[in-house]
């Protein structure tokens, strides 16, 4: 039987994950998941792990739905208010997408621009201020955060065992930064699936997942494998002229609420 066997959650893009034992569902995906990010603060490009390893220390916690927490090793933790929607905008840049989105505050500026060795932001997405899916893949409606392009990730964890197994040591899941984790299938079977249902909320498979070289990075210190494994394994033999593939991205046709152990349920 096909079951939901984790969640995760990320708070902020590229900054340290949480696991879930129950998580909503919204308009963006997971509710809490990647609504904030950490951005140049000359430019307003984004800023993941690609640039800055260290990022990955950097634990992100929802205190409560208006209250982001930030904690990192031998630092005293910051509490980061959710800004109003419509102030302090600053325009910033997601891969090809620029929109406008409030500012955090000096004072998470530069409580992270301290640790990070460079002047950055932090900007939070409201739901009224979301990016539009590529509707080369998605309705016009759909939208997302600041994930890379898609609300929400799904990994087989029978895929990871698989590749584990071909790298030759254990790999941790959050290197991989899923939010969905399903057991009791074949290994890549998600490569297959179509749509799917889990509780009372249905999923669209959309789009397989490209991988970066994050996944070579430690996803509690974010130092770099010396052999660049996983994706050195993974390039054998999921790669296509597009990129080196592993997990797949979906869209919610619903709303509601995910528990881990819950069945899933695969519609075609």
């Given at each position: 039987?096909?079951?939901?066997?984790?969640?995760?959650?990320?708070?902020?893009?590229?900054?340290?994950?949480?696991?879930?034992?129950?998580?909503?569902?919204?308009?963006?995906?997971?509710?809490?998941?990647r609504r904030w990010m950490v951005v140049d603060a000359a430019?307003?490009?984004?800023?993941?792990?690609?640039?800055?390893?260290?990022?990955?220390?950097?634990?992100?916690?929802?205190?409560?739905d208006e209250t982001l927490e930030l904690s990192v090793s031998?630092?005293?933790?910051?509490?980061?208010?959710?800004?109003?929607?419509?102030?302090?905008?600053?325009?910033?840049?997601?891969?090809?997408?620029?929109?406008?989105?409030?500012?955090?505050?000096?004072?998470?500026?530069?409580?992270?621009?301290?640790?990070?060795?460079?002047?950055?932001?932090?900007?939070?997405?409201?739901?009224?201020?979301?990016?539009?899916?590529?509707?080369?893949?998605?309705?016009?409606?759909?939208?997302?955060?600041?994930?890379?392009?898609?609300?929400?990730?799904?990994?087989?964890?029978?895929?990871?065992?698989?590749?584990?197994?071909?790298?030759?040591?254990?790999?941790?899941?959050?290197?991989?930064?899923?939010?969905?984790?399903?057991?009791?299938?074949?290994?890549?079977?998600?490569?297959?699936?179509?749509?799917?249902?889990?509780?009372?909320?249905?999923?669209?498979?959309?789009?397989?997942?490209?991988?970066?070289?994050?996944?070579?990075?430690?996803?509690?210190?974010?130092?770099?494998?010396?052999?660049?494994?996983?994706?050195?394994?993974?390039?054998?033999?999921?790669?296509?002229?597009?990129?080196?593939?592993?997990?797949?991205?979906?869209?919610?046709?619903?709303?509601?609420?995910?528990?881990?152990?819950?069945?899933?349920?695969?519609?075609?």
């Amino acid at each position: 039987m096909l079951r939901l066997s984790a969640l995760y959650r990320f708070p902020v893009k590229s900054l340290g994950g949480e696991s879930l034992q129950r998580a909503e569902v919204d308009a963006l995906g997971l509710a809490g998941d990647r609504r904030w990010m950490v951005v140049d603060a000359a430019s307003g490009r984004f800023l993941t792990q690609r640039q800055l390893g260290q990022m990955a220390q950097i634990a992100a916690r929802w205190r409560d739905d208006e209250t982001l927490e930030l904690s990192v090793s031998g630092r005293v933790p910051l509490a980061v208010a959710v800004p109003p929607a419509d102030e302090a905008l600053r325009g910033v840049t997601v891969w090809g997408d620029s929109l406008q989105v409030p500012d955090a505050g000096e004072a998470a500026a530069q409580w992270l621009s301290a640790f990070l060795g460079r002047d950055c932001r932090l900007v939070h997405v409201p739901p009224s201020r979301a990016r539009q899916v590529d509707t080369g893949y998605a309705q016009v409606g759909d939208q997302v955060g600041f994930a890379d392009g898609f609300p929400l990730l799904l990994i087989g964890q029978a895929s990871l065992d698989d590749l584990a197994a071909r790298v030759g040591r254990p790999l941790e899941m959050l290197r991989f930064r899923p939010n969905l984790v399903i057991e009791g299938a074949d290994p890549y079977a998600e490569d297959g699936w179509g749509r799917l249902r889990i509780g009372a909320i249905e999923f669209e498979r959309v789009k397989p997942c490209s991988r970066c070289a994050i996944p070579t990075l430690d996803p509690h210190s974010g130092e770099r494998s010396n052999d660049g494994e996983p994706l050195k394994t993974l390039a054998t033999y999921r790669r296509d002229a597009d990129g080196v593939y592993f997990g797949q991205n979906l869209i919610q046709r619903g709303q509601g609420v995910l528990e881990v152990g819950m069945p899933v349920t695969l519609l075609d």
